[in-house]
């Protein structure tokens, strides 16, 4: 959780590719599609609380740094796992994209709010990170693995 980076872009980043990532043509890819977009958001959710702790001054930039470095490994996980579905690239491969996306995901759920200070701010993220749990459930079964 001591990372130093500041990565919103991003964060950003990921939420729009996962919010557009998925075309809708058939039944299984509008679910991926529509719980994409509910990670993301809850994603959005989870650095807006955070952003605004800072700005309310009962989070330091430092702690908001750090929170946003594990977002960014989040990002970088789902822009890779995007790219495997885009890419119609094999059950394999998109499964391990999945699991990489799922290793990331799970390090912020379980410190992300870790560092900080102030419990309404650690309950406010942890309250958006556990709401894109449901849709990343969604998510494994559709490309097959059912998670980690």
Do not use: W
Request: charged residues 10%.
């Amino acid at each position: 959780m001591k990372m130093k980076l500041r990565l919103y872009g991003a964060t950003v980043f990921l939420s729009t590719i996962l919010m557009c990532g998925f075309t809708c043509s058939s039944s299984s890819t509008q679910k991926l599609a529509t719980a994409s977009d509910a990670v993301a958001h809850a994603l959005a959710d989870a650095q807006t609380a955070s952003k605004q702790a800072v700005i309310a001054g009962v989070a330091t930039p430092a702690e908001d740094a750090a929170f946003e470095a594990q977002l960014s490994r989040v990002s970088t996980a789902g822009v890779a796992l995007d790219s495997a579905i885009r890419n119609n690239q094999s059950a394999a491969s998109v499964s391990t994209q999945l699991n990489n996306f799922l290793t990331a995901f799970n390090s912020l759920n379980q410190s992300g709010t870790i560092g900080f200070k102030d419990k309404n701010t650690q309950l406010a993220i942890s309250t958006a990170i556990t709401t894109a749990e449901a849709s990343i459930a969604v998510i494994a079964a559709a490309v097959g693995t059912g998670g980690k």
